[in-house]
């Protein structure tokens, strides 16, 4: 991540610009569950929901990239994180999605997290996969043709994992 980005909590201040991104990123169909018409409601409720850590990357002023962390499941199972990340399609190539990732792992660990689960990860989603693997997930599981891509049709999607012993807190 260059000089001038920065990562900090997110606020009620910075959501006009993450719905943008949002907006922007589940618009192509190939990444993201989210229909294209998603109500800016239902979207901030994603992000700024209970129990949900938000995160954004800013260039300067700008909003640039964003994540959230939660608990993967309730309970028995909240040891586990699940996380959730967006770039400015503008943005894309220059290292924000890693710099977020790797902040989402320490984030993790600091919370208590023993492990990071993503539960649905578009298996044409390349960029996704490959940045994933390079920080340590594991595909555990296969979904067959369980996205419909906007222009692929029916898709797999990964579930990835991750234990956490190895971040630095």
């Known amino acids: 991540m260059s000089d ?14 993450m719905w943008a ?12 569950v989210f229909a294209p018409d998603t109500s800016e409601s239902d979207a901030r409720d994603y992000w700024f929901g209970p129990g949900i850590a938000s995160w954004v990357v ?10 959230k962390l939660v608990a993967n499941q309730r309970d028995l199972g909240n040891h ?4 959730s990340f967006m770039v400015a399609p503008d943005s894309h190539g ?4 890693e710099a977020m990732g790797r902040h989402c792992l320490r984030e993790a660990k600091c919370a208590g997290y023993t492990a990071m689960q993503f539960n649905f990860v578009v298996a044409s989603n390349h960029g996704a996969v490959a940045l994933w693997q390079k920080l340590g997930f594991t595909i555990v599981g296969t979904l067959p043709r369980a996205y ?18 190895d971040i630095a807190n």
């Open 21 to 32: 991104i949002f907006h922007a990123v589940v618009a192509g169909g190939d990444s993201y």
């Open 94 to 97: 220059r290292g924000i999605g």
């Open 58 to 67: 800013c260039d300067g002023a700008r909003v640039v990239g964003q994540y």
């Open 80 to 83: 586990v994180a699940n996380a």
């Open 4 to 17: 001038t980005l920065t990562l900090r909590p997110a606020s009620a201040a910075d959501w006009p610009a």
């Open 148 to 165: 419909r891509h906007a222009t692929l049709g029916l898709v797999d999607a990964y579930v990835m994992y991750r234990f956490l012993d």
